[in-house]
């Protein structure tokens, strides 16, 4: 078969080093029975391992030479591949509970992991390799310099742990920068807490919005200063000295004031 060019614009850096994808997929432990859907399987690095183990596994991939590929290479009883963007897949529709995994094209990493935490609820966990820096901000605690939107709206939702680093080396061509494996659990729907979750996701987009500016201006439009003295915020401080817990609660603060209003 040709050679595949690597696509800049799917984000395409194959792994090549045997013993990065070993540890990979034994962080993963792969159980036969286990439902696995893979994003982004490339030229099967990860792939070839995971289906010798299970048996049969998903794939969402877009880039139509790698899914000819893919055909040629497995049988539908082994894969089932879905052809096209995994932002827009439903990842309802494998059933629950789901496993997901992936070394996840670089250059939409924030905009799926949104969109992957909307199927929380149908997901027992997810094993992904992303931009070091990327695992930093989502693993950061309140205070940091990484803590950010997708620290709260992530922290709000997974439990998450950085497992290892991989170097550029590993892969084909090499990224410029390092990568981290992240594994992401959901917490049960009972913990979560807040009341209207859009909502959450507004004030926390509001106080991470201008990063220099106090809470007092950037939450003008949800909180007033007796608002602050209730809830026991200073509204002198900045967003990132606050954690998941008091955006939840800031979240419930606003939405019953809106009911009582
Ligand atoms: N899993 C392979 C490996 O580890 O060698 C490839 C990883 S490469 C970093 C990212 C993969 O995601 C590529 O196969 C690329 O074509 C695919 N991809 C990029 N954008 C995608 C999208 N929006 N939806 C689904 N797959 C995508």
Redesign the pocket.
């Known amino acids: 078969m040709t050679e595949h060019h690597a ?1 800049k614009r ?7 080093d045997p013993n990065i994808i070993r540890k990979i997929v034994d962080a993963i432990r792969p159980a036969v029975g286990d439902t696995i859907v ?10 070839d391992p995971l289906v010798e183990r299970l048996g049969h596994m998903h794939v ?4 139509r030479d ?1 899914i000819a590929r893919l055909k040629e290479r497995y049988t539908p009883e082994r894969l089932t591949i879905h052809e ?4 827009k ?1 439903d990842f309802g529709t494998l059933g629950a509970p789901l496993r997901v995994v ?7 990493s924030t905009p ?1 992991l949104f969109h992957l935490a909307s199927f929380a609820e149908s997901v027992t966990d997810m094993t992904f ?1 992303l931009q070091k820096e990327v695992v930093m901000r989502m693993v950061a605690e309140p205070g940091t310099e990484e803590y950010g939107r997708l620290s709260v709206m992530l922290q709000y939702r997974f439990r998450m742990a950085r497992l290892f680093d991989v170097p550029p080396g590993a ?1 084909r061509p090499a990224p410029k920068v390092t990568s981290s494996i992240v594994r992401m659990v959901p917490l049960p729907p009972d913990q979560l807490g807040a009341q209207d979750e859009a909502l959450l996701g507004r004030i926390v987009a509001a106080a991470f919005g201008q990063r220099r500016k106090t809470l007092r201006n950037t939450l003008r439009d949800f909180l007033d200063e007796q608002d602050f003295a209730a809830l026991g915020v200073d509204p002198g401080l900045r967003g990132e000295r606050l954690s998941v817990t008091d955006y939840v609660n800031i979240a419930n603060h606003v939405a019953k004031k809106g009911v009582s209003a």
């Open positions: 696509r799917f984000g395409q850096n194959f792994l090549s893979e994003i982004g399987p490339g030229l099967a690095a990860m792939t969402v991939e877009i880039d790698l096209g963007d995994a932002l897949f992936g070394n996840l094209p670089y250059n939409i799926l390799m892969f």
